[in-house]
T-cell receptor, first 108, second 114 residues
């Protein structure tokens, strides 16, 4: 599976959009981009995934560049409950390989 | 209505003991997994089962033995516990193996070996 690079931490003001970047320059054609998050010590929570096209669901939007070498997770209106570690994962088979993720702090 | 449940939530035991962690999912999924999260917060997959058949077996000591009595359950049995086994263990499930199916995680079991 391709490796991903994310910033270690980010801050975002409550109510603003949180934009979390991820680089995955070695992604191959059949690999999907997934985002999960882990709030405190809870189990990871699936957020969204995509292959080529941008995706949106009730939690977030996923913007994937045309060359697929990077992506951005957008939380449109961040709340304090969005404070968590966010993992960007590139996955081609059954295994999820978690990196260090981005620790997102939502500031009141 | 918990989708993926684990018992117990906390487990404190002494070195050398044998213990089990149970996992159940009520989502009707075919595939289940065990992950370990160590003190540095790295999450690593240990095993996955698809319809009671072992699919993934990462480099895990053979003191760890998963058992799947049916596709809704995947239990983890650990023999001769060591200090380094202290971690949070997460169970997960997905519709079936492979992409693009997302995984649903349980709340975790915090194992402390003294």
């Amino acid at each position: 599976d391709a490796k991903t690079t994310q910033p270690t931490s980010m801050d975002c003001a409550e109510g603003r959009a949180a934009n979390l970047p991820c680089n995955h320059s070695t992604i191959s054609g059949n690999e999907y981009v997934y985002w999960y998050r882990q709030i405190h010590s809870q189990g990871p929570q699936y957020i969204i995934h995509g292959l080529k096209n941008n995706e949106t669901n009730e939690m977030a939007s996923l913007i994937i560049t045309e060359d697929r070498k990077s992506s951005t997770l957008i939380l449109p209106h961040a709340t304090l409950r969005d404070t968590a570690v966010y993992y960007c994962i590139v996955k081609g088979d059954d295994k999820i390989i978690f990196g260090k993720g981005t620790r997102l702090h939502i500031l009141p | 209505d918990t989708a993926v449940s684990q018992t117990p939530k906390y487990l404190v035991t002494q070195m050398g003991n044998d213990k089990s962690i149970k996992c159940e999912q009520n989502l009707g999924h075919d595939t289940m997994y065990w992950y370990k999260q160590d003190s540095k917060k790295f999450l690593k997959i240990m095993f996955s089962y698809n319809n009671k058949e072992l699919i993934i077996n990462e480099t895990v000591p053979n003191r760890f033995s998963p058992k799947s009595p049916d596709k809704a359950h995947l239990n983890l049995h650990i023999n001769s516990l060591e200090l380094g086994d202290s971690a949070v263990y997460f169970c997960a499930s997905s519709l079936w193996t492979g992409t693009p199916h997302e995984q649903y995680f349980g709340p975790g079991t915090r194992l402390t070996v003294t």
